[in-house]
């Protein structure tokens, strides 16, 4: 059959933005796309395999068959009062909806914003989630096309269709009459009807990694007899995770399972492995739920075709030569993407180094790693295979077990979006180590990210920091591509997400927080047998923010009791939250040798590089210390046999303080963030601001977007934005009660003069050209003008320094209070949303770029923590015994401009610099406010997967 987009070249009216890739209940993908004419034999067929009650609830009367009549009124639409959707999979229908406009009275109409919807699934294929998905799509459609309401009438036995409307969180109404329950909902999105899709789309992206984790049996398409291929190794990892490797260090659970092999030139009867080899993955007996794909590239259409026909669940691409090469290399990697999900398969890769799980029960190493992991706590997922080496080895050398791994390559489909929604309901999973070098969806992680970090912790390593770049190959919307570092740093803090700088410092903090109490507070004990390791840890504590106290020196010639008596004590201390032990090896009175390190005299093989006594003491502290709910870690030098010692009783030892001390700091923090998301659950509030007119300042955005200059912006490189008029600035911000001092021009003295005595004095003159605007370091600002000589002679020095007054753009502004110069901002980016900015003016935020971050909207308690956040917050609450400024004023400014550009989202930024803040009130001297028409939001529409 063919493809109805193809088939159909003459019809102009093809929706194709309609159509769309979903995930079903069950973690299988189907696509969902309109109905056109060349669909007539596909609508027959799938009609035919309903059953006779289906098609009774669908037409309240037995209905065999359709009719000619039928089959044209279904297939043909004109996709705007009468719209068809269908499910397909594998080129088949499995479930179809349909919606016709009509009028007041019910009548087929061209007018009119209800229409009438109808469904029809599959009875095979009831129960995933179809129609839920279907009627996410229909809605949408329809509110494009001007409908706002859905009539839908139903058989009360038809309990599943009834549901299927009622669950869907619509504000809806009902109604039974003649023996049909009669539906009216409302397609306005409610917060129901939103938290009801995303709690869909979580079970189905984490039902879909399960899946692909869990396989009954897995085939590897490409084995060679040499055994360095890459075919050849992936079939050996998972002979060893199915059979040997995993059972010699668990015991087994659940049913047993089959690796296969294929390679299309085996001749009858080769074995590889001792398994037999098959010439295509169709010759398998049995079920076959995940296949590696390791043919060359030209290859792999054809192995994923009978994939698809076999009934393969999911791909595992270690293939390479897609986006990663260039353009072409990128629409190859979009075929396979769309090869694979129209056959109801997902995709891990391409260019991937695959899936390990290490669960007893369904033991998997379908990568290129050698050996499975230990089984342990961790949930690790990275986007390079290098890195994903290095991060197994690191686990490995430290003992920490993996729950599961994902190492996805060009990220062209499964993602860590799907990974975080499957750890968060995977009990085995209690930390989440992620290396990420690139968002394909940042507004999704944030959601995600910050639902799992409540329960448990999530650390990242983020690549490309400072040069931004992107590695080739990987799959991100172009809003993506250019995501700064300070707005992934907000990102991260909003959603409760641990970032980190390297792979040793993600594992030194992932250790932490896998076994150790989350710590009460930032109170730090340090303890140990060195004064100087000691010093050095509390140097380290105060540069992290904790507040250590003077450290307990027990001398190098502690002994175990020591520490345990010391330990203990600051264990017990209530005004202590975290214990760091500090310890170095005793040093010989005679042989004036660490033990273990042998700086002089001979070598003692029954010298250890530890004590044995003091690891005994750390292991019992380590034990009070988790019944106290307080964190317990160690940082030595030179003990190296020390953490293996303390391992059993989960002791994370560092071999520098400085380590030690950034992860409990990091521990410190996400604890911090926890108890502050939680509190704000119960206390945080959007305020009810007085002197809002949201409907003014809609007026007014929209007339400056319907201006010529506006309309000609948009075709200019970089988009639409335009800047408003210094008029239309001020008149959009009063309409949010956010009031800016207003200056008047002063191309000559006489106009200065004239506008001073309008404003009144005291007044500045400053020049606001855009090279001389916020630079006072140019002697472009006179303050304090009392009367007008002191303002003439002030004319004449700018006119004098600065070229011309004309030039300089001289205005006069009525002098502000005295206070802290500050800057606000807000700054809408395509990827993430409206980000609310604050700091203080001038070199602070300029030079130092001490700037804090805040997504939109922000509550009370995000907008008191921003301005709190900066480094040189201290200016505004009283440093050196300076009066402290009205920060209340400033706190509700920031909600002024945090409800501005969530309720208009054309607003693309808001500048408003500076804004002096007295001790009583603040004024804002400069405001910049620029627009740009409304941005496609992914994120509040129907699921459907990337398409990148």
Known sequence: MEDPAVANPAQPDYPQHWEADVLLRDGGTARIRPITPADAGRLVEFYEQVSDQSKYFRFFAPYPRLSAKDVRRFTHHDFVNRVGLA???????????????????GRPS???TDAEVAFLVQDAHQGRGVASALLEHIAAVAQERGIRRFQAEVLPENRKMVKVFTDAGYTQHRSFADGVVHLEFDLEQTDRSLAVMRAREHRAEARSVQRLLTPRSVAVVGVSRNPQTVGRAILRDLLGSFDTEFESRYEPKGEPRAVHAVNRNAPPGTELDGIPVHRSILDIPGPVDLAVIAVPESAVPAAVAECGVRGVQGLVVVTAGYAETGPEGRDRQRALVRQARAAGMRVVGPNAFGLINTDPGHPLNASLAPHLPDRGGFGIFCQSG??????????????????????????ADVSGNDFLQYWAEDEATEVVLLYLESFGNPRKFTRIARRLAAVKPVVVVKGARHTGSLPPGHAVPATATGLRDATVDALFEQAGVTRVATITELFDTGELLAQQP?????????VGNSDSLGLLTYDACLSAGLRPRTPVDLTTAATGENFRIALDVALSDPAVDAVIAVAIPPIGTSAHAFMGGRLTGPDDPEMGSDDPEIAAALLEAGT????LGKPLVLAHLALTDLPARLRPGGIPAYAAPERAVRALAHAVHYAQWRHRTAEAEETARVPELDRIDEPGARTLVEAALSTRAAVAARTQPGGARITLSEAETHELLERYGIDVSPTLPAPDEKSAVKAAEQLGYPVALKATAPH?????????VRLDLTGEPGLRRAHRELDALLGGAAGAELV??????????TVIGATVDPAVGAILSFGLAGAPAELLGDVAHRLVPATDQDVAGLIREVRAAPLLFGWRGAEAVDTAALEELLLRVSQLVDDVPEIASVDLEPVVVAPHGLAILGARVRVAPLPVRSDLGPRAMSTL
């Not at 989350?518 to 340090?526: I, S």
């Open 87 to 105: 499910v397909v999979v594998r080129d088949h229908f499995i479930a179809t909806v349909r919606y016709d406009r009509i009028d007041a009275d």
């Open 386 to 411: 290098a890195i994903g080496v290095a991060l197994l080895e690191a686990a490995h050398k430290r003992g920490l077990g993996v729950s599961s791994f994902a190492s996805v390559g060009n990220r």
């Open 110 to 112: 061209d007018q009119g």
């Open 772 to 780: 001389l605007r916020h630079r006072p370091d140019l002697g472009s």
């Open 518 to 526: 989350l710590p009460p507070g930032d109170r730090v004990a340090v």
């Open 812 to 821: 006069v502004q009525r002098m502000a209070p005295r206070g802290v110069d």
């Open 624 to 627: 009070r210390a988790r019944e």
